[in-house]
């Protein structure tokens, strides 16, 4: 495949009776989830990182062609120069391969403070990567990452490196008026959005605004960057995220259908398969 699309997640006990049935064990989740999306951004090794056995249980509940798209923890990108990190990101990435086919890109997310300054670092860390057999990825948050000189500087290594570029799309949070509905998610960068590519692979992260309609104009741009993307060979990783994660997935659905109505050339999306559950009707 060259396009897949899912949410950031997928343990959500909130997608029972939509994404998944009424009643699901949460066991199942993840067998429920990859049947209906092709990818998930791995937060969860963000926080902690998991067991080999937990990996090869991932592996083995997910189905050929789904992919997991981990971040390196946290405890790599957030609690001491990257280059401390080389041997804990690579001990990382070994233990990541027990997913086999099902590994995607992973990707390194660094904090709004990780700034310019900071270029040898970063340079040092992911030439220390540049053998590892994976593909890997960078999302920056430091608003001066996207001033220049500092923009061209960091696309022309990530270029020399293959390393892609996470684009990170929080326009829907900050376009509108204050809504309650996002609590907390405005702390998410608020940072320009630069649509470039680095790699043979990009991984787009969609934030998502709970009102539905409100996202329209937002998936409409990217309708257009994916289908120039994919014209030129460019392999595509799609993630929504909400603050009000029970719309993540239809948002997410609603881009797939709009490829599809612009005869983008995606794969089907697993999820449109499976019949709609009845919903119950309320009674006044």
Excluded at 26 to 53: G, M
Aim: with cysteine; aromatic share 14%.
């Amino acid at each position: 495949m060259s396009f897949s699309i899912g949410c950031a997640i997928w343990a959500y006990k909130g997608w029972l009776g939509d994404l998944f049935p009424s009643g699901s064990a949460s066991s199942k989740f993840l067998q429920l989830y990859s049947q209906r999306f092709t990818t998930v951004e791995c937060n969860a090794t963000f926080y902690s990182v998991p067991s080999a056995a937990t990996v090869a249980r991932w592996q083995a509940q997910t189905p050929p062609g789904f992919e997991f798209c981990p971040k390196f923890p946290r405890c790599i990108t957030h609690d001491s120069p990257l280059h401390q990190g080389i041997d804990a990101a690579l001990n990382f990435i070994d233990l990541m391969q027990g997913l086999g086919d099902r590994l995607g890109p992973i990707f390194a997310q660094l904090p709004p403070s990780y700034s310019p300054a900071s270029f040898a670092d970063l340079e040092t860390f992911f030439t220390g990567l540049q053998h590892c057999g994976t593909p890997l990825a960078l999302e920056v948050r430091h608003p001066d990452w996207f001033k220049s000189p500092h923009a061209e500087k960091l696309s022309e290594l990530l270029h020399r490196l293959q390393v892609g570029r996470v684009l990170l799309d929080s326009r829907p949070m900050y376009q509108f008026p204050e809504d309650p509905q996002l609590g907390s998610q405005r702390r998410k960068p608020n940072v320009p959005l630069q649509p470039v590519v680095t790699a043979p692979f990009s991984i787009i992260r969609y934030i998502s605004h709970p009102t539905f309609d409100l996202n329209q104009p937002f998936l409409e741009d990217w309708v257009r960057d994916v289908e120039q993307w994919l014209q030129h060979g460019t392999r595509i990783y799609f993630f929504v995220h909400c603050p009000v994660e029970e719309h993540s997935p239809r948002t997410a659905q609603n881009f797939h259908h709009l490829l599809q109505q612009q005869q983008v050339p995606v794969p089907p999306l697993p999820w449109d398969q499976f019949a709609a559950e009845p919903q119950q009707l309320s009674l006044f």
